[in-house]
């Protein structure tokens, strides 16, 4: 993939990735899942529209809970594994 190096921003932090997703915006996110494999994703956070009802089960503040358009389902993402995210044509890579 061949990317400006004007729209590479690197993210050092949890706090501040957390804050680049939370105001709603769809964004592409690749990260290591548990079991080691590397998966990228479309997501969204805010999404509540297929919320059941009951009690968030999961309040590390590690993790990130989004909306998978792939999946449509609801996913967790542990931020401290996420190495690539990109939203409106620029793409953050974080420092591993």
Known sequence: M??????MLKIETVQRLKRFVSNGKIFSVTF?????EERTML???GVAKHLVGGKRMNNNP????VWS???RSYRT???ETITKLKANGTEYQRLV
């Open 32 to 36: 290591i899942k548990k079991n080691g």
């Open 69 to 71: 358009f792939g999946d």
């Open 2 to 7: 061949n990317l400006k190096k004007s729209n």
């Open 62 to 65: 590690n993790h990130l809970v």
């Open 77 to 79: 993402i542990n931020l």
């Open 43 to 45: 997501a969204r956070t």
